[in-house]
């Protein structure tokens, strides 16, 4: 199984992009999904999760309201839809998956997730 985000780059402060990670092989409905995010200096942070199904979904605080997760199985993809971008959000963009997720659990955690894409760089400026 291999996760290929895409969608980065640079944008001004309060616009929008949208980052897309494609999953290969086989039963990407049973994976729970997640977005996390490393800035210069710091450690990965949790973004944005969402379950299996993508019924349920969570957040960082610092996000809420302003980023929204989702996923379509049918093209193995997850979606995090970026609005009202900040300078602080500027940061390497991470997407993850969990293959032993439970039902309608969003683990936020990186270590409940196994599987991870290469990042793609996120870039706000002011």
């Known amino acids: 199984v291999q996760l290929q985000a895409s969608g980065g780059g640079s944008a001004q402060a309060g616009a929008s992009l949208r980052l897309s990670c494609a999953a290969s092989g086989p039963n990407f409905g049973r994976a729970a999904m997640a977005w996390f995010r490393q800035a210069p200096g710091k450690g990965r942070e949790f973004v944005a999760a969402?379950?299996?199904?993508?019924?349920?979904?969570d957040y960082a605080d610092s996000v809420k309201g302003r980023f929204t997760i989702s996923r379509d199985n049918d093209r193995k993809t997850v979606y995090l839809q970026m609005h009202n971008l900040e300078p602080e959000d500027t940061a390497v963009y991470y997407c993850?998956?969990?293959?032993?997720?439970?039902?309608?659990?969003?683990?936020?955690?990186?270590?409940?997730?196994?599987?991870w894409g290469q990042g793609t760089q996120v870039t706000v400026s002011s």
């Open positions: 969402v379950s299996r199904s993508g019924l349920s979904t």
């Open positions: 993850a998956a969990d293959y032993n997720a439970i039902v309608g659990r969003v683990p936020t955690v990186a270590t409940a997730y196994e599987v």
